[in-house]
């Protein structure tokens, strides 16, 4: 039988990486490279992140609390507010931010990777994962939200092949409202996970 939190971690590791905002995240990568290359690079980026999600999985806190000698109600605190960040430098600055965060063109894998990626809200989640579940019913729920999210980015890669010509406007419409959108997601998320960094950091403290 599936445990009960197993849907509730899939879901969460699949808003964290918001495919919308990953979209919008690629949208030169997506135009710049041929639908093979694009696949071959999305699934190496893929694979290497679920690589670091599964050992955090399996890990969990430990690796804070042994390795880093840090708390883990810091990590959520901290991965909180850099996703607070990102938001509002989205909803004031739009598109124009993706092109400063991502960085140079030529460190296409590590820009890819960091920090939608791998970054604090998606380990957070991969670290809940293994402490709600069963090790192997946590690397299920890692691997099929990042399916679902590779697939989904695919699947984009070839609606934008298919509209760059034809639609263009709507193309540029959806960069635009989706990340919006996105944004606020982000910013949401941001704020839970600062609220359950403190909440953690109350039940150490008592």
């Given at each position: 039988?599936?445990?009960?939190?197993?849907?509730?971690?899939?879901?969460?590791?699949?808003v964290l990486f918001n495919p919308?905002?990953?979209?919008?995240?690629?949208?030169?990568?997506?135009?710049?490279?041929?639908?093979?290359?694009?696949?071959?690079?999305?699934?190496?980026?893929?694979?290497?992140?679920?690589?670091?999600?599964?050992?955090?999985?399996?890990?969990?806190?430990?690796?804070?609390?042994r390795v880093l000698q840090v708390?883990?109600?810091?990590?959520?605190?901290?991965?909180?507010?850099?996703?607070?960040?990102?938001?509002?430098?989205?909803?004031?600055?739009?598109?124009?931010?993706?092109?400063?965060?991502?960085?140079?063109?030529?460190?296409?894998?590590?820009?890819?990777?960091?920090?939608?990626?791998?970054?604090p809200g998606t380990v957070s989640?991969?670290?809940?994962?293994?402490?709600?579940?069963?090790?192997?019913?946590?690397?299920?729920?890692?691997?099929?939200?990042?399916?679902?999210?590779?697939?989904?980015?695919?699947?984009?890669?070839?609606?934008?092949?298919?509209?760059?010509?034809?639609?263009?406007?709507?193309?540029?419409?959806?960069?635009?409202?989706?990340?919006?959108?996105?944004?606020?997601?982000?910013?949401?998320?941001?704020?839970?996970?600062?609220?359950?960094?403190?909440?953690?950091?109350?039940?150490?403290?008592?």
């Amino acid at each position: 039988m599936i445990p009960s939190h197993f849907a509730d971690s899939l879901i969460l590791m699949l808003v964290l990486f918001n495919p919308l905002l990953m979209s919008i995240y690629l949208i030169d990568v997506v135009k710049e490279l041929d639908r093979r290359t694009f696949i071959r690079v999305i699934s190496r980026a893929f694979l290497i992140s679920g690589c670091v999600f599964l050992v955090f999985a399996w890990a969990g806190d430990a690796v804070f609390v042994r390795v880093l000698q840090v708390r883990f109600a810091a990590f959520l605190m901290f991965g909180g507010i850099v996703f607070l960040v990102l938001g509002l430098r989205y909803l004031t600055q739009g598109a124009k931010m993706i092109e400063t965060l991502r960085g140079p063109p030529e460190h296409l894998a590590g820009s890819i990777a960091m920090p939608f990626m791998i970054g604090p809200g998606t380990v957070s989640a991969s670290v809940l994962a293994g402490a709600r579940l069963p090790i192997g019913y946590a690397a299920l729920a890692i691997i099929a939200a990042l399916t679902a999210a590779c697939l989904m980015l695919i699947v984009f890669k070839y609606l934008h092949d298919y509209l760059k010509s034809r639609r263009e406007s709507v193309l540029e419409r959806y960069v635009e409202i989706a990340g919006r959108i996105s944004a606020l997601v982000i910013g949401t998320i941001a704020v839970e996970m600062i609220l359950k960094g403190i909440e953690l950091w109350l039940l150490e403290v008592r």
